[in-house]
């Protein structure tokens, strides 16, 4: 079991389309970034493991003229001239080429964040440890931001932070509920359907409810 330490200007943890963003910004700002995320992979929901579409504002085009620019339509923008059968795995190479080819970056790929120290009502360092190499990283950093889906930093630091959606006049979202709720993005098991000609046999595991 090996044990690194590491030093930079700023940590991103999760590696899904916000911290890719939000590596890439930085580093593109001269700033050394490390990015740790806990799967093999780039992209968080939309990699080829979950295979969520990515989209923003404009909700597939549901509403005009609202759809992200600058690095997120710099993928989108890659993944059409490289990508045009839509294939999960090719979306998951151009992430990581994205990543790869910054200079200023290290990223930790299969690498999950287990524990983090303050000081001072800031985070100074995290723990994260690393499966595939048996390795524990303590990384320092000026700044850490978390951007790992289900708030693993801000738990750990006991930062505060909210489940659910703001009202529209907190921050003078049109597109938020006049009233704050406790409302979550909905969740399903990933599937596939095939037309097999005829109907198909469905045996239930005897695990699952009726």
């Known amino acids: 079991m090996n044990r690194l330490s590491h030093k930079f200007d700023i940590c991103i943890i999760g590696g899904g389309m916000a911290g890719i963003c939000a590596a890439i910004s930085a580093a593109r700002h001269r700033a050394k970034v490390a990015i740790v995320q806990d799967r093999p992979m780039f992209g968080g929901n939309s990699s080829s493991e979950i295979r969520v579409h990515v989209s923003g504002a404009d909700r597939h085009n549901a509403i005009k003229n609202v759809r992200e620019t600058g690095i997120i339509e710099e993928f989108r923008m890659e993944n059409l001239r490289r990508n045009p059968q839509q294939s999960y795995s090719i979306w998951d ?21 287990m524990d983090a120290r303050t000081s001072r ?33 801000a738990t ?34 990933f599937f596939m359907a095939r ?5 198909q046999p469905f045996e239930r595991p005897s695990s699952a409810n009726e």
């Open 93 to 113: 190479a151009v992430l990581y080429d994205k990543v790869l080819t910054e200079p200023n970056i290290t990223y930790f790929l299969n690498c999950s964040c």
């Open 121 to 153: 009502a800031r985070v100074k360092s995290i723990t994260a440890w690393q499966l595939t190499t048996y390795t524990f990283h303590t990384i320092e950093a000026d700044i850490f931001a978390d951007c790992s889906g289900d708030g693993i930093l």
């Open 156 to 189: 750990l630091t006991g930062a505060l932070y909210r489940v659910g959606r703001e009202a529209r006049s907190e921050y003078n979202e049109s597109i938020e509920p006049e009233v704050a709720d406790s409302k979550t993005m909905g969740l399903t098991c």
């Open 195 to 199: 037309d097999m000609g005829s109907p």
